[in-house]
């Protein structure tokens, strides 16, 4: 698995699993496929309520956790002093985790500042190896920067073909964070995606040279030649 080196020198695999929801009674299976396939970050937060079917696939899936890189999403009814450290540990407790290798602030409201400084403290600790943001415009990442300690070393923001985010992605090369995008595929949009005209006129041309490209796989390689890393969701086992 290719990876990006983040701001703070800690390697970040480039491709992603996400679980957004997925429930319990299959998150387990799916993540544990994700895995065999050859993903190594699994995404998860405290809003999607499954970090302890994910905690199980982690110590099911028969990879060493040392290869896995695990993310989790800070709630923002948990932002206020105190109350975010406590969540996290609760969430590396559901997981089954000694310590995670990113955490973010899942959206820039209420007390974001409150909640940082309880980032910052568990990043110094060692319990987190990487902090980050989640769906913070560009200004809101500035002035993050600019009076906080420690720089998010990436956002993680909805970035697709229809909403390919270059003014956003700009200002994060400016101030070295890296973009990740969910879902790549759009939210609900993926059929009418993969049905332009554009795409479907690449994947007829690039079949000749690569029988296994698709309009789903083309899409997916714009984001990561364009260097925003991204994290899929898929329930199946079978990889598309």
Known sequence: M?????????KMPILGFGTYQITDDECEKAVISAI?????????????GNE????????????????LFITTKVWFHNYETGDCRKSVLESMEKLGVAYLDMVLLH???????????DLETLYEAGKIRAIGISNFTPDRMI?????NKVTPAINQIETHLFSQR??????????GVAHQAYAPLG?????????????????????????HETG????????????????????KTERK
Not at 2 to 10: A, S
Not at 166 to 175: D, F, Q, R, S, V
Request: charged share 25%; aromatic share 12%.
């Open 143 to 147: 002035d993050f920067i600019k009076f």
């Open 187 to 211: 939210q609900g949009m993926a059929n009418e995606m993969f049905q332009t005209q554009a795409v479907q006129e690449a994947a007829v041309s690039y079949t000749h040279l690569r029988a």
């Open 52 to 67: 302890t079917a994910v905690g199980k696939a982690i110590k099911n899936c028969g990879v060493p956790r040392a290869d």
């Open 2 to 10: 290719n990876t990006v080196t983040l701001n703070n020198g800690v």
């Open 216 to 235: 789903r796989n083309l899409v997916c390689r714009l984001l990561l030649e364009k260097k925003k890393n991204k994290k899929t969701k898929k329930k």
């Open 166 to 175: 270059a003014e956003e992605h700009k200002w994060l090369e400016k101030y």
């Open 36 to 48: 065999q396939a050859g993903y190594r970050l699994i995404d998860t937060a405290q809003a999607y």
């Open 107 to 117: 959206w820039p409201f209420g007390n974001t500042y409150a909640a940082w400084r």
